[in-house]
């Protein structure tokens, strides 16, 4: 780059590494990360009654948000904007993107404090290193409500300096200028300068402190918030020219896939190469060590081929003669785990939360009503299945890939390879789908440990999608086990909920056999509802695959088995389901998180983000509306609404559905209302909740990870049936509830998935009076 | 063997079963083209063979000699595919965007054959192109957008 800039030349290298070196300017003190601190006084009873649930986490005052994350947020504009002698801003992006537009969102709202013009800002994307950009994994609906903040200060601050190089450069008080759209003029003598020749200057002032800083009157705001903007890779998208992670290409590169054990914690017993490697292109073909349980983010290990070109490899994996040992898992099969589960649930569990007395009070009740609620393992099935290239030069190891969590990446492979963090590089290219595997960054390792067999050589390891679908980290399999006691008006009294899942801690625990408290956070806990007595319990159950993180995750069951339930007791009590579903809410009030036995609360402050019932009902009310609510339908047509809290947003959904005499089924409309605060680009809030709307129904029509013999039945997209455009909604209408950006922001990526599948199910039973109680739908409704 | 690629001809040295496929990102370099399950049931890596949308996961090269092969890289130049391309990027349809080089090549094989598809039309047509974000009704709304305004062209 031939210009000067804020922070320092080379930005133009689009993720490469140190692209966006330290300048020689002085850094950002250390202002305090306890943002939070302040403000506990204005709450008064509430602050007492709550407590501090988090102390028993570790010693000193519990963090919370981003700095409740490794490396916190960092907002110093020297790291995130540099702008060139031209005038070009570019933004860096330290977080992933995979279709949620943090891109376009992150940039966003720096160029809105910065009063830039969007035309003249480029996006560069940050390699994975937290130490100075702060927290980078992608993951848990994160990255907008923890980094709205920080980037804003960045933003304003470079502003601020811009402003004071041109008062300096015409020798005038500061507060006598200020930024107009990429300029900072004197209105008095009609001066003006482009930030582009004041960036030098500008560079070398000190970054104002945050008491200091002027954030914009968000009235002001000309991008935040008004969704105006087109997405920053749209263009490249829609030209092919947009790289992804399976795209990196480097000069002499080997291309490799890995034979991995058919059942989780198999090992090779004896492999034969020979024909493998008489297939034209085929290089090499050498093992991965596996690593002993628990899996973490290693790689399985297996036998690689590596080859000249994709195809090649792949033909050579198909000729390898493989032997492996069954290992541990090999009786895995899911119609017997139902059973398992189904035994575990009608037994008492370890008790999350015990409030009143269930028992006693279920006893007397005027009915009672009980159901059992199943959902099986599901895949990402990312539409780009992991892939990473990976090159060792002079002890050092540069990779490309799509990683959510690109310093986890790095950490892991300098472990595999015994190298420092600092001789890793991770590049973020852009990701073809996330939703949770690409957090797992085993991919990474094993591009690393093969170009570190080949001398370095780079290489490119793809997983197929029957790697992906034989291989992945699963999203859990559970059972939910609900009872209630209703009184004579109908009203549930008492409410019992057992909930038994392999839980995600297993991935890193052996020992873990219950759903760990941030999993019961995701929906079994945390739900506001007025019932006096209730007991909740997970029983144990042991996991014989990977499990792993999947879009909004535990909120996928807790959800289904939840919001169905209410509905049945409505059903029960022959109440309207949406009356009924307000009146278990019960009234408007704040809750604190802590009251209702959850500590977790997403990793946010329980003053800032408590439960709030007025949003909940909010969010119904709006939805229904929407759906116009009541009235009469055709024949074989039925309503169900759903609501549901995750990753500190609301959320209802109300879907109509048509079935028809040979029970097939088809979604003509879902409407959806979300209130998650304030929206910095309301049409991505949109599009991840159409998004999140057919992913849900994907998984309630048809979607399924089933094992026998200890694997998956599933191969590819012919088993592992996924959504098509034939099956989604004809209208989705996505109503987001207004905001306030002085309130804290709630996630958007995740929250739209859990309420899709009970609203459809509860539709059905309004069509047809059959209750669905176990996932996939399939054929279920066929006579 | 020669291979017609966006209207220039390239030289490959690989076996004739190797899918066009990797003959495209591997070896020409052209990436716009996606795997996405390389059996031809999500549409990733559609591109068009003599103007007709073709799967280029399980197509071998050997077929394809004498054979003219356009990829998302050259579709702009056809007034329908850069109309549709436009149409993308004006109403956010992208989300992780990895399928949507696919859906476009689909959706331009589409439009010319039938320049004003009903809704049914295009949810038949574009069935066979997974969007694992679930983008389907702006792809839809973008088809009918493109198809709309090239009918009320004199």
Partial sequence: ????????????????????????????????????????????????????????????????????????????????????????????????????????????????????????????????????????????????????????????????????????????????????????????????????????????????????????????????????????????????????????????????????????????????????????????????????????????????????????????????????????????????????????ARKPGKVFRNQGDFDASAAVAARRVQAEYYIPHLAHATMEPPAATARIVQGKCEVWGGFQSPQGARDLIAKRLGLPAKDVTVNVLLLGGGFGRKSMSDFGVEAAVLSKAMDGKPVKLMWTREDDLQNGYFHTVSLEHLEAGLDAQGRPVAWLHRSVAPTIDSTFDNKARNEADWELGMGVLNVPFDIPNVRIETPAAQAHTRIGWFRSVSNIPHAFAVQSFVAELAAAAGRDAKDYLLEVIGPARILAPASVGDTWNYDESPQRYPLDAGRLRGVIEAAAQSADWGKALPQGQGLGIAAHYSFVTFIAAVVRVAVDDNGALTVPRVDIAVDCGACINPDRVRAQMEGACVMGLGLALQSQITFKDGHPQQYNFDTYQVPRMSQAPLQIHVHILPGDFGKPLGGVGEPGVPPIAPALCNAIFAATGKRIRHLPIGDQLKA | MQLTINGTQHSVELPGDTPLLWALRDHLGLTGTKYGCGMALCGACTVHVDGKPVRACITPISVLEAKEITTIEAIGEDATGRALQAAWVELGVPQCGYCQAGQIMSATALLKEKPLPTDADIIDAMSGNICRCGTYNRIRAAIARVASAQAAKP
């Fill in chain 1, 1 to 344: 780059m031939s210009g000067t800039s804020l922070t320092d030349a080379g930005a133009d290298a689009v993720a490469g590494a140190g692209a966006m070196a330290a300048p020689a300017a002085p850094a950002l003190s250390n202002v305090s990360r306890r943002r939070f601190a302040g403000q506990l006084a204005g709450l008064g009873g509430l602050v007492l009654a709550l407590g501090f649930p988090g102390a028993g986490r570790g010693a000193g005052a519990r963090k919370y948000g981003a700095d409740a994350m490794p490396h916190g947020a960092v907002d110093n504009p020297l790291v995130f904007v540099a702008i060139g002698a031209d005038g070009v801003v570019r933004i860096v992006c330290h977080r992933s993107e995979m279709g949620q537009g943090v891109r376009t969102g992150m940039a966003m709202i720096v160029a809105e404090e910065l009063d830039a013009d969007w035309s003249r800002v480029r996006v560069v994307q940050a390699p994975g290193d937290e130490e100075k950009f702060g927290n980078q994994d992608t993951d848990g609906s994160r990255s907008t409500r923890h980094f709205f903040e920080p980037m804003r200060r960045c933003g304003a601050a470079a502003r601020q300096m811009l402003a004071a190089a041109a008062a300096a450069r015409w020798e005038l008080p500061v507060d006598e200028v200020e930024a107009e759209f990429h300029e900072i003029v004197h209105r008095p003598s009609g001066r003006r300068l482009g930030y582009g020749a004041l960036a030098e200057a500008a560079a070398r002032l000190p970054v104002p402190a945050r008491r200091d800083l002027r954030l914009k009157d968000p009235a002001r705001f000309r991008y935040i918030g008004k969704g105006e903007l087109k997405l920053v890779d749209g263009a490249d998208i829609a030209t092919g020219k947009a790289e992804y992670g399976i795209d990196a290409r480097l000069p002499g590169m080997l291309y490799a896939v890995v034979a991995r054990a058919p059942v989780y914690g198999g090992t090779i017993k004896h492999y034969d190469a020979r024909e493998a490697l008489k297939i034209p292109g085929v290089v090499r073909v050498l093992p991965i060590a596996a690593r002993a349980a628990p899996p973490a983010f290693n790689p399985l290990g297996g036998i690689a081929v590596i080859a000249t070109n994709t195809w090649a490899a792949m033909q050579g994996r198909m000729a390898l003669k493989l032997e492996w040992s069954a290992g541990p898992n090999a009786g895995y099969d899911s119609i017997a785990y139902k059973a398992e589960l189904q035994s575990a």
